[in-house]
């Protein structure tokens, strides 16, 4: 299992990025995947969520109405779209699966928020 994430960047409060997480190495259109973040100092947390199909998602309530998860599984890839970054948006940012009691993490990809 690999999953390689990209998109990250320095961006204006107000700005918008998208991140990619490209994965191989399993049957990617079984399984959920998620966004989580982790801010110096802070405990990773959850961000987003897209089922298998991509038909459900779910958001943290910091980030909903502003980020958009989906994902197209013909290209084995899971995005998150983020408009009006606020500057505690900022952290790096890791997709996530899991096959059973397994979990594979990304090696993160770094959003900044700064004027």
């Known amino acids: 299992v690999q999953l390689v994430d990209s998109g990250g960047g320095l961006v204006q409060p107000g700005g918008s990025l998208r991140l990619s997480c490209a994965a191989s190495?399993?049957?990617?259109?079984?399984?959920?995947m998620s966004w989580y973040r982790q801010a110096p100092g802070k405990e990773r947390e959850l961000v987003a969520s897209?089922?298998?199909?991509?038909?459900?998602?779910e958001y943290a309530d910091s980030v909903k109405g502003r980020f958009t998860i989906s994902r197209d599984n013909a290209k084995n890839t899971v995005y998150l779209q983020m408009n009006s970054l606020k500057p505690e948006d900022t952290a790096e940012y890791y997709c996530?699966?899991?096959?059973?009691?397994?979990?594979?993490w990304g090696q993160g990809t770094q959003v900044t928020v700064s004027s």
């Open positions: 996530k699966t899991a096959r059973g009691s397994l979990y594979y």
């Open positions: 190495g399993f049957a990617f259109s079984s399984y959920a």
């Open positions: 897209i089922s298998s199909g991509g038909g459900i998602t």
